[in-house]
């Protein structure tokens, strides 16, 4: 089963590069989301996959420190 997900990731990964028209097929992707509310508590996230699917350990949660937060944004 592990196998098949890891063939699986890399024709995703594949994909990806040829979707952007990147020359290399990526190993690692991150995706950062930020978030507020009604402009206070702002945090972000990161999530990391690779060729294997969601690296869980290099998930992280950063606390965002700026009084320039409007709410709505």
């Not at 020359?23 to 978030?35: A, F, G, H, L, Q």
């Not at 060729?51 to 944004?73: A, C, H, L, M, W």
Request: charged residues 25%; positive net charge.
């Amino acid at each position: 089963r592990r196998l098949a997900e890891t063939s699986t990731q890399g024709r995703l990964l594949t994909g990806f590069a040829e979707t952007f028209g990147l020359k290399k097929t990526p190993v690692r992707i991150e995706v950062y989301d930020n978030s507020h509310i009604m402009g206070t508590n702002a945090v972000g996230a990161m999530v990391v996959a690779g060729p294997e699917g969601f690296v869980k350990n290099q998930y992280r949660k950063f606390n965002i420190r700026s009084t320039e937060i409007t709410p709505g944004d």
